[in-house]
C-alpha cells in the first residue's frame, strides 16, 4: 500500500500549502524521483481542482479548496439531472414540486463559486439542453405549493391538518381534520390520513381537490410503528380493495420482456418447464391492476384471481365502446364472410 499512502500524502501536503509545491518539493517530501511526483500530480490532477502558480520559471501547484468541499461539489451531471427534473415537474403542471426542486437547485448553483461555475458551464449547458424527462398523458391537477408546506409543516410539528375538499360526487367543500399519514407524489399528489379518533385504514386526499389547508391546533401523528412502503405495496395504485393473490402466466416468447418488467413491488418470478414464467403477488385494486396488463395483450394470461378476470372482461367491454358502430357496408361484408 506504499504507492496509495504516497499519493494521499501528496494530497494532504497540496491542500495545506499556502504557496504551493514544486515537482521537485513534492518528489523531496515523498523521497521520490522528479518524474513519479510528475505522474502522481497528474492522477490527482484528474480528482481535485488542481492551481497552477508560476514563480519565477517554475511552476507550483495547490488545491484550493479544503478536502471535503472537493467531495460535495456537485458534477455537472448531477445538476443537469435535476435540472431535467424541475423542466420536467413544470411541463407536467406539478407546480409545487417544481418550486421546491427550483429551489434546491438555486442553492446548489449558488453554492458554487466563479471559478466551479466557470468549469461546470460547458458541460451543463450542453448536458441540459439535451436531456428531458418526458411527460406522459395523465391527469392535469394543479396544486398551490403553500398546501404542500402546510402539510410538511403539520407532519413535522406533529399536528392535524385542516382543509375544506371537495370530490367528483360532491362538488360542494366540506370541512376535514386529518392526522397525516404521509405525502405520496405521483402523476397526482395525495396526502394519507385517518380521521382522528377512528379506527379505519389511512386514506387518500388529493391535494388538488383542497383549499384553505391550515396546520391544526389538533395533535396527531403517525405511529412509530408506521411503515408508509408496507402500506403502499399492499395496494396496485391508489385504489384499494380486498388483496388477492395474483397470479399471471407469460409464455416463453415474452419471457425475456417480462422479467425487465416490474408488475408489482413485491412480485415473485419463478421458471416454468416451458421457458415461461409465472409470476405472483398479492395486492389490492383489481381495476388499476387490470387497466395496466391490458397493455399485455396476447403476451401473458391471467390465471388467479377470478375477480381479476372478470374485472378484466368489464374493462374489454368498455373498452369496445370506444370503437365506432360498425356501418350498414360493414354488417353486410361481415355475414357475406360468415
Not at 156 to 184: I, N, S
Not at 211 to 235: K, N, Q
Not at 282 to 303: D, Q, Y
Request: glycine share 6%.
Amino acid at each position: 500500500m506504499a504507492k496509495l499512502d504516497r499519493l494521499l500524502a501528496l494530497v494532504h501536503a497540496l491542500s495545506e500549502t499556502i504557496e504551493g509545491l514544486t515537482l521537485d518539493e513534492m518528489a523531496e517530501r515523498l523521497d521520490v524521483n522528479r518524474r513519479t511526483a510528475e505522474r502522481m500530480r497528474n492522477v490527482i490532477a484528474r480528482h481535485f481542482d488542481l492551481d497552477e502558480i508560476a514563480d519565477d520559471r517554475r511552476k507550483r501547484f495547490l488545491i484550493r479548496d479544503s478536502l471535503r468541499r472537493v467531495y460535495t461539489r456537485p458534477t455537472a451531471a448531477e445538476v443537469a439531472a435535476l435540472q431535467a427534473e424541475v423542466d420536467g415537474r413544470i411541463l407536467a403542471g406539478q407546480k409545487a414540486r417544481a418550486e421546491q426542486l427550483a429551489s434546491l437547485l438555486a442553492k446548489v448553483k449558488g453554492a458554487l463559486d466563479d471559478r466551479e461555475k466557470r468549469r461546470l458551464d460547458p458541460d451543463l449547458d450542453a448536458l441540459a439542453r439535451l436531456q428531458r424527462t418526458m411527460v406522459t398523458a395523465g391527469p392535469i391537477a394543479t396544486v398551490a405549493p403553500e398546501t404542500v408546506t402546510v402539510i410538511q409543516s403539520a407532519i413535522l410539528a406533529g399536528r392535524c391538518v385542516e382543509f375544506h375538499y371537495v370530490t367528483e360526487d360532491r362538488p360542494e367543500p366540506r370541512w376535514r381534520r386529518v392526522t397525516p399519514y404521509g405525502l405520496v407524489h405521483g402523476p397526482l399528489t395525495y396526502l394519507l390520513g385517518k380521521m382522528p379518533g377512528r379506527d379505519e385504514q389511512p386514506v387518500y386526499f388529493r391535494l388538488d381537490r383542497m383549499t384553505e389547508a391550515i396546520v391544526s391546533d389538533t395533535l396527531g401523528c403517525a405511529p412509530d410503528d408506521w411503515d408508509i412502503d408496507a402500506w403502499l405495496a399492499e395496494s396496485f395504485a391508489v385504489w384499494r380493495d380486498d388483496k388477492h393473490d395474483v397470479v399471471l402466466r407469460v409464455p416463453a416468447s415474452s419471457a425475456a420482456r417480462a422479467r425487465g418488467w416490474r408488475f408489482h413491488r413485491l412480485q415473485r418470478i419463478e421458471e416454468l418447464s416451458d421457458g415461461g414464467l409465472s409470476i405472483r403477488f398479492s395486492a389490492g385494486g383489481m381495476r388499476e391492476l387490470a387497466e395496466h396488463l391490458f397493455t399485455w395483450g396476447g403476451e401473458l394470461v391471467i390465471e388467479e384471481p377470478n375477480v381479476l378476470i372478470e374485472t378484466m372482461r368489464e374493462r374489454l367491454a368498455a373498452a369496445q365502446t370506444m370503437l365506432p358502430a360498425c356501418s350498414a357496408s360493414d354488417s353486410v361484408a361481415d355475414d357475406a364472410d360468415n
